[in-house]
Every structure is written in structure tokens, then in C-alpha cells.
T-cell receptor
Framework: DIVMTQSPDSLAVSLGERATINCRSS????????????LAWYQQRLGQPPKLLIY???TRESGVPDRFSGSGSGTDFTLTISSLQPEDVAVYYC?????????FGGGTKVEMK | EVQLLESGGGLVQPGGSLRLSCVAS????????MSWVRQAPGKGLEWVSA????????FYADSVKGRFTISRDNSKNTLYLQMHSLTAEDTAVYYC??????????????WGQGSLITVSS
């Protein structure tokens, strides 16, 4: 199974400042046939279901603010919130969908400082 | 508008069985893979199972393999999760999620509100 490791477990960021979340997979999730990384990022606010933010490691889902961006390839990925807003307080998860079981990272809790 | 409505959750005794349903609307159900993801109280997300658009291919987490069965009825726009031999470790909110493609190798672009299953005597 592919193990997804997120860091940090939590972080506190001031309003308008940058938040950076890392995700590492135990093996590459880059599908060589199409050169796509099978990596998604989700946001889960308290008491809500998860919401898809990023797929293919770097493609923003429709309607997601452009302050959210994803980067990385192979085994190392990053989710960046360029200017933290109050509504961004949530837990963020990465997930690989390259190989079943389609495992999630442990989550990163983002709080306002 | 895509909607996913789970039902069938509740309290079940250890060793018992339960079937979850998820009725989908707002998209052509048979064109998309579907999955179940669960979340134990206060814990992170755990992927459980996925099924391709026509139901040809199914996948399971090791923790549920042999005990859970995912299926779908495309004529009823409904996804199912049949669960047997439930233990306290299966206590969680179970989310139904639509995948973004016909294949299970895709992200989950829409999620239901979840159905709570509590396994306790």
C-alpha cells in the first residue's frame, strides 16, 4: 500500500500570511503513460464533508479560490494557501489515487494565529 | 446540482451487519466511479472502497476486505455498502463520494453529508 505522510500535523498562520502543507508518498504517484500525478488535496471544515481543492497535484477544482495552489511531482507535494482567510481554517488532506487502496494522508490542521 | 444522500446508518451490535445506501442525482450516475470513505470520531479520513462506473471493478481497503461489499444499481442511481462482522473499529461517519471519472483512479469531486454508524453493545 502507498503510505501518505503529511507535515506538519498542525500550523497556525496569521491572517493574510502564507500556509504551506507538505505531503509525501511512499512511492511515486506519477502515472508515466500520461505524465499525470494522481494526487488530490481536500479541505474539511469542522462538521462538514471534505471538499476537493486540487487534483492532478496542481489543477484547481472549479470554484476554488486562486489563493490555493498545488505543486510537486512523483513523491513530494505541497499545498500552499497564499493569503490565509478566516474561512480557510480547516483540516487539509492529501490522497493518492494512483494505486488501490487509495490512501489519505493523516491530515494537517490549519488555524488562525 | 450534484446531490448524494446517504442512508442506513445507526447503532449496530458487534458482529452485526448493516447496509448503507447512497442515492445520487444531478449527474449521469453510470458514467462515474463511486467510493466510500469513512471517518472515525475525531480522526482522519480513511478510504474504504470504490467501484467503477459499470460496477465491473471493485477495490477495498485491507481493513474491510472480506467483510464489506460495494455495489451499485445504475437503474436506481444508488450506491451500496454491505457491511458484515462489524466491530467497534468500524464506528465512523461513512461518506459516499462521486469520483471525477469513469475509472476508480480519479479524485472525489462531490461528497455526501455522511451517515454515522456506531458499533456498540
Amino acid at each position: 500500500d502507498i503510505v501518505m505522510t503529511q507535515s506538519p500535523d498542525s500550523l497556525a498562520v496569521s491572517l493574510g500570511e502564507r500556509a504551506t502543507i507538505n505531503c509525501r508518498s511512499s512511492q511515486s504517484v506519477l502515472y508515466s503513460s500520461n505524465s499525470k500525478n494522481y494526487l488530490a488535496w481536500y479541505q474539511q471544515r469542522l462538521g462538514q464533508p471534505p471538499k476537493l481543492l486540487i487534483y492532478g497535484a496542481s489543477t484547481r477544482e472549479s470554484g476554488v479560490p486562486d489563493r490555493f495552489s498545488g505543486s510537486g511531482s512523483g513523491t513530494d507535494f505541497t499545498l500552499t494557501i497564499s493569503s490565509l482567510q478566516p474561512e480557510d481554517v480547516a483540516v487539509y488532506y492529501c490522497q493518492q489515487y494512483d494505486d488501490a487502496p487509495f490512501t489519505f494522508g493523516g491530515g494537517t490542521k490549519v488555524e488562525m494565529k | 446540482e450534484v446531490q448524494l444522500l446517504e442512508s442506513g446508518g445507526g447503532l449496530v451490535q458487534p458482529g452485526g451487519s448493516l447496509r448503507l445506501s447512497c442515492v445520487a442525482s444531478g449527474f449521469t450516475f453510470s458514467d462515474f466511479a463511486m467510493s466510500w470513505v469513512r471517518q472515525a470520531p475525531g480522526k482522519g479520513l480513511e478510504w474504504v472502497s470504490a467501484i467503477s462506473g459499470r460496477g465491473t471493478y471493485t477495490f477495498y481497503a485491507d481493513s474491510v476486505k472480506g467483510r464489506f461489499t460495494i455495489s451499485r444499481d445504475n437503474s436506481k442511481n444508488t450506491l451500496y455498502l454491505q457491511m458484515h462482522s462489524l466491530t467497534a473499529e468500524d464506528t465512523a461517519v461513512y461518506y459516499c463520494a462521486k469520483q471525477s471519472g469513469f475509472s476508480s483512479f480519479s479524485s472525489n469531486d462531490y461528497w455526501g453529508q455522511g451517515s454515522l454508524i456506531t458499533v456498540s453493545s
